[in-house]
């Protein structure tokens, strides 16, 4: 296996691994928690508790291939906080809605979000690694079984699933990694990304990539 330093990693591959932990430890301390929750607190059935837990992986499920055609087009910062503060807002509609259809809304921004963020977390992570995308993707995919690992003790200790503290905490966390991004990089960045762009595939391409994954998608469905 290769060696890699860390006093090799720019703070770019420390911060995107740092808030793969961050996102994946508040995910499991809080999302697996959901269906009691709402159980406690709502007078929704089985079946449409069912539904708002599932529709952000249908949404992943959806949009992953296409979002990560337009994140290209946009610069880090502006799709870091993006993919970020959606799953936020979503965490508090959670909390503080009462209406069933704005609790499936909530799902929907939260899937967009996280549609958004998954690709984008891999791609920085190659786009930062010095030439160590291998190691480095290794090195967040063990970040990711140890945050999962723990996070649900921790939601357990913290919780008996009848608490909206767990989401607060998630939401509070995701905040903060927004907050975080807005300091941490540069506006610069604009016109460096721009620069690039000039030697990227031209706009009809993406298009013509968004039309063949929505045909790819729809043969699936059928």
């Keep these: 296996m290769k060696k ?3 006093t090799n990693l720019n703070k770019y591959t420390y ?6 932990f961050i996102i994946t430890f508040f995910r499991f301390l809080s999302m697996p928690f959901l269906t009691i929750f709402l159980s406690y607190t709502t007078y929704f059935s089985t079946a449409q508790i069912g539904l708002i837990i599932g529709i952000p992986g249908l949404i992943q499920l959806i949009l992953g291939v296409i979002a990560s055609n337009i994140i290209d087009y946009f610069s880090d910062k502006f799709s870091i906080i993006l993919s970020i503060l959606l799953p936020a807002c979503g965490m508090l509609g959670y909390i503080f809605f009462d209406s069933y259809v704005l609790m499936l809304f909530s799902s929907v921004v939260c899937g967009i979000g996280w549609s958004i963020y998954n690709p984008l977390l891999m791609s920085c992570l190659m786009r930062y690694s010095n030439g160590n995308s ?3 993707i290794e090195i967040n995919y063990w970040i990711i079984n140890l945050s999962g690992a723990i996070g649900p003790l921790v939601g357990a200790l913290l919780s008996d699933g009848k608490s909206e503290f ?5 939401s509070g966390a995701l905040f903060f990694l927004a907050i975080s991004t807005l300091i941490l990089f540069p506006y610069k960045r604009k016109k460096k990304l721009l620069e690039e762009k000039q030697d990227s ?4 391409a993406v298009i013509e990539n968004l039309k063949n994954d929505i045909l790819i998608l729809s043969r699936l469905s059928n």
Excluded: E
């Design 201 to 204: 595939p031209q706009l009809s």
């Design 15 to 20: 911060f995107f691994l740092s808030t793969s």
């Design 166 to 170: 767990p989401f607060f905490l998630f």
């Design 4 to 6: 890699i330093s860390l």
């Design 134 to 136: 291998d190691i480095i």
